[in-house]
């Protein structure tokens, strides 16, 4: 089974918001509300921000938020910062036979 | 806390066996899945498999038939052994605690620091 689909890159300038679209299939991200995201810093192993979707974990910013409509997962990061300069990976459970898939990741720019 | 230390080698050739171990301080094997999770040099992540109850194993359909996920609750350390390697193995493995047991979903958190494998006569 394919990975899922995000854009290789989005940008965005210190206070602005940003969008990351995770694209699945009915047979993943569309059947199950068990998304997650991964920050990963160049160098670093990649760090959970979100998981079932929507659920932040202890020491997290909440500026960080995701959501799910049909196939398409997302992940939002209000009041950007410097900091956010990473790439992100989208996660999703995927049944009994494929079990998880990685998006491809998107490059977060903050100009 | 959860930290996760992992270990093993760093280069093979062709048709060895990638062998990885990974040990859990602060914290127990027990209720949770043990996850394998690799990345290519400049490319995304690929799950490899996990495991729990030091029996029951999941693996990724494409590298099902060349891996093996163990655990080892006497040393509270987890391992993974990747078959007939080829260059396209050549990545950073890591290990990373997974979801609880009874709940479904991926849920990676904490990661080891990462380990390159390169395969390369």
């Known amino acids: 089974q394919s990975a899922l689909t995000q854009p290789a890159s989005v940008s965005g300038s210190p206070g602005q918001s940003i969008t990351i679209s995770c694209t699945g299939t009915?047979?993943?991200?569309?059947?199950?509300?068990?998304v997650s995201w991964y920050q990963q810093r160049p160098g670093k192993a990649p760090k959970l921000m979100i998981y079932e979707v929507s659920k932040r974990p202890s020491g997290v910013s909440n500026r960080f938020s995701g959501s799910k409509s049909g196939n398409t997962a997302s992940l939002t990061i209000s009041g950007l910062q410097t900091e956010d300069e990473a790439d992100y990976y989208c996660c999703s459970y995927a049944g009994t036979s494929t079990f998880i898939l990685f998006g491809g990741g998107t490059k977060l720019s903050v100009l | 806390q959860v930290q996760l230390q992992q270990w093993g080698a760093g280069l093979l050739k062709p048709s060895e066996t990638l062998s990885l171990t990974c040990a859990v301080y602060g914290g127990s094997l027990s209720g949770y899945y043990w996850s394998w999770i690799r990345q290519p040099p400049g490319k995304g992540l690929e799950w490899i498999g996990e495991i729990v109850h030091s029996e029951y194993t999941n693996y990724n359909p494409s590298l099902k038939s060349r891996v093996t996920i163990s655990v080892d609750t006497s040393k509270n350390q987890t391992s993974l052994k990747l078959f007939s390697v080829t260059a396209a193995d050549t990545a950073v493995y890591y290990c990373?605690?997974?979801?609880?047991?009874?709940?479904?979903?991926?849920?990676?958190?904490?990661w080891g620091q990462g380990t390159l494998v390169t395969v390369s006569s």
């Open positions: 990373a605690r997974g979801r609880p047991a009874m709940v479904r979903g991926p849920r990676f958190d904490p």
């Open positions: 009915s047979s993943d991200v569309g059947s199950y509300n068990l």
